[in-house]
Nanobody
Framework: VQLVESGGGLVQAGGSLRLSCAAS????????MGWYRQAPGKERALVAA???????YYADSVKGRFSISRDNHWNTLYLQMNSLKPEDTAMYYC?????????????????????WGQGTQVTVSS
């Protein structure tokens, strides 16, 4: 599985960006995809994820501002980012997994991800 991100750039606070992830290779048993981000000096963190059944996960810091979506065949994954803040500045990575994740008390918990893209930089100026 190969993943290539695009759509990053420089935007002012309050603006929007849409990230895309083009997936290729053996996608037939991909069951979840997601977006991670890593800011300088910080650990990589999961931002959003989506399962093959359409279940969604969002980190608390992006709920209500970011939206993850995909096409029906996992060929393209998107991350719509609205109301961007300077603290959203990071390298954003696309990831894919053959595992589904788990469900507990009505919430979706994404799996560990096995495949990674090279990342696209998002910079939000104040």
């Amino acid at each position: 599985v190969q993943l290539v991100e695009s759509g990053g750039g420089l935007v002012q606070a309050g603006g929007s960006l849409r990230l895309s992830c083009a997936a290729s290779g053996n996608l037939y048993n991909i069951n979840a995809m997601g977006w991670y981000r890593q800011a300088p000096g910080k650990e990589r963190a999961l931002v959003a994820a989506i399962s093959s059944g359409g279940s969604l996960y969002y980190a608390d810091s992006v709920k209500g501002r970011f939206s993850i979506s995909r096409d029906n065949h996992w060929n393209t994954l998107y991350l719509q980012m609205n109301s961007l803040k300077p603290e959203d500045t990071a390298m954003y990575y696309c990831a894919a997994s053959r595992d589904l994740g788990t469900y507990y008390s009505g919430s979706y918990y994404p799996p560990d991800f096995h495949f990674w893209g090279q990342g696209t930089q998002v910079t939000v100026s104040s």
